[in-house]
Structures are given as C-alpha cells and as structure tokens.
C-alpha cells in the first residue's frame, strides 16, 4: 500500500520561501508521477500546482506559480520536494501530495488521475 506524508508547511511572510517534502512509502516510488495540488481556506476543490514525472525528466507547473516554485524528486530517498519562493499571500492553502504510477514522460496536472493522496500540510503566508 502507498502511503505520502507531507511536511515542512508552516508561516511565512510575504517573499519568502518554504520547502514541502513528500516522503513515499512503497519499493517502486521510481514508477509513480508525483504531484502537489493546493486547497485554499473556503476553497472547494484543490487546485493543481506542479507535477513532476517518473525520474524527474518532465514537470508541470500551474500559471499562477511558474517562476517561484520547483519541483524536483529524490528516488534514493523517495521524495518529492516542493520549493516555493516569492510566496504571497494568495499561496496560502493546504498542500497535497499526489501519487499515481504512469508512463515514463506523464506528469499529470488534474486531480483526478491521481491514485494516492498524503493527509496535507498548512502553509500561511502573512502580509
């Protein structure tokens, strides 16, 4: 069974940065797409953020944080991290974890393709 557990969310100001990690549990993390979706206080739905492929050779990134966030994979160590800089305000939500198994270039950007979900991490950014 595939568990994810999220952490590293926390309080920020406006213009820093954070760093999400997503530990995987299982042996064949090297054949899953990985992805973060947010959910914003009130939000109803959680809304993509980034995506990286099997063995980190293609990513996805939501407009509204290209530019200030990165996603990268470790396979030793099955995580994915999510590295967001310039953070605002706006970037402020619950972030998810998502796995799936997919083809070797898929990194999959709608919720809905996505098998296993970690339990979330706070993220809070003040102004």
């Known amino acids: 069974q595939v568990q994810l557990v999220e952490s590293g969310g926390g309080l920020v100001q406006a213009g820093g940065s954070l760093r999400l990690s997503c530990a995987v549990s299982?042996?064949?993390?090297?054949?899953?797409?990985v992805g973060w979706f947010r959910q914003a206080p009130g939000g109803k739905e959680r809304d993509f953020v980034a995506?990286?492929?099997?063995?980190?050779?293609?990513?996805n990134y939501a407009d509204a944080v290209k530019g200030r966030f990165t996603i990268s994979r470790d396979d030793a160590k099955n995580t994915v991290y999510l590295q967001m800089n310039s953070l605002t305000p706006e970037d402020t939500a619950d972030y998810y974890c998502?796995?799936?198994?997919?083809?070797?270039?898929?990194?999959?950007?709608?919720?809905?393709?996505?098998?296993?979900w970690g339990q979330g991490t706070q993220v809070t950014v003040s102004s």
């Open positions: 299982g042996r064949t993390f090297d054949n899953y797409a």
């Open positions: 995506a990286v492929s099997r063995y980190g050779r293609r990513e």
């Open positions: 998502a796995a799936t198994t997919a083809i070797y270039l898929h990194a999959p950007v709608k919720s809905n393709e996505y098998a296993h």
